[in-house]
């Protein structure tokens, strides 16, 4: 069982900056992809980014391409999230997620290519 622990979240202003971070663990287990996803109150949780592991493929919901930017450290088993220009709109728990399988391009947004979540950062953005 992969274990996801996110970092870096808190209350920010609009126009700020924050970095989430997320370290995979747990034993023996391969880094297919990992993405982030985000749940705002009475709404279903949605894809933001994801990044497939050894290729670097990099995939963005429209809502944020151009403010934020996933990355990752293979040797570290972390993926990182950049939310740069915060609007309120972007207040959500951000979710973690993991799969030890290499998704298709077209699959990495979708919530049913990963099998391990985190248990979430929360993020609010004041105006």
């Known amino acids: 069982q992969v274990q996801l622990v996110e970092s870096g979240g808190g209350f920010v202003h609009s126009g700020d900056y924050l970095k989430l971070s997320c370290v995979a663990s747990?034993?023996?287990?391969?880094?297919?992809?990992m993405g982030w996803f985000r749940q705002a109150p009475g709404k279903d949780r949605e894809f933001v980014a994801a990044i497939r592991w050894i290729e670097a493929n990099k995939s963005y919901a429209d809502s944020v391409k151009g403010r934020f930017a996933i990355s990752r450290d293979r040797a570290k088993n972390t993926v990182y999230l950049d939310l740069n220009s915060l609007k309120p709109e972007d207040t959500a728990v951000y979710y973690c997620?993991?799969?030890?399988?290499?998704?298709?391009?077209?699959?990495?947004?979708?919530?049913?290519?990963?099998?391990?979540w985190g248990q979430g950062t929360q993020v609010t953005v004041s105006s």
């Open positions: 747990g034993g023996t287990f391969s880094m297919g992809a």
């Open positions: 997620a993991h799969s030890q399988k290499r998704p298709i391009l077209s699959n990495m947004s979708s919530r049913q290519a990963y099998e391990s």
